[in-house]
């Protein structure tokens, strides 16, 4: 490929992506709130829950082990 070949390519490529971020639909501040409590909240649960099932099961091997 020759190099002005290459720079129209890459000259399109970003013609598309800017096109294509101003199709995206940004979330208003509510929302973005919204979602990352409800992203947060559920890390957390799971957290929580692997940590308790990991306690669990040690639990239940050291008894196995004894």
């Known amino acids: 490929m020759s ?3 290459e720079k129209t390519q890459k000259k ?13 639909v940004w979330p208003d501040k ?10 947060v909240s559920v890390s957390v649960l799971l957290g929580v829950i692997i940590t308790i099932i ?7 091997i050291d008894l196995l082990v004894r």
Not at 30 to 39: C, F, G, S
Request: glycine content about 10%; aromatic content about 12%; charged content about 25%.
């Open 30 to 39: 509510n929302a973005l709130v919204r979602q990352t409590t409800a992203v």
């Open 3 to 5: 190099g002005k070949s």
């Open 54 to 60: 990991d306690a669990i099961m040690k639990y239940g």
């Open 12 to 24: 399109s490529w970003f013609k598309g992506l800017q096109a294509e971020f101003r199709k995206v």
